[in-house]
């Protein structure tokens, strides 16, 4: 699936499913809980906290897709077109991170 044909799913979703998008504040809000979420678990599985008993049907790869539906339902709310803005981020990136990443010593 390509971002293009996620954002027209979850749009579809939404208006049929989900009935309406909650509006642009609280879908923000919602993105900060599902980020906290994918948060929590890497804190658990990759560092240095121990997973409580309520933790441990935790699962990384829904709390993401979590994120991303959220996200994708603020892009469609705001007329953004996903596949061209992270296009253009990429591009900025590149220019701006040329040499700087080859340069630093502590990637190395």
Do not use: P
């Amino acid at each position: 699936m390509t971002i293009k044909e996620a954002q027209q799913i979850v749009d579809h979703w939404i208006t049929t499913t989900g009935v309406r998008y909650f509006n642009e504040l609280t879908n923000t809000a919602i993105l900060m809980e599902e980020v906290g979420e994918v948060a929590r678990i890497m804190a658990r599985k990759y560092g240095e906290q121990s997973f409580k008993s309520s933790d441990k049907e935790a699962d990384l790869a829904d709390e993401m897709a979590d994120v991303l539906f959220v996200l994708i339902c603020l892009a469609n709310q705001t007329g953004i077109d996903l596949t061209e803005a992270l296009q253009k981020n990429l591009e900025k990136k590149t220019r701006r991170d040329a040499e700087r990443h080859k340069n630093n010593d502590k990637l190395k």
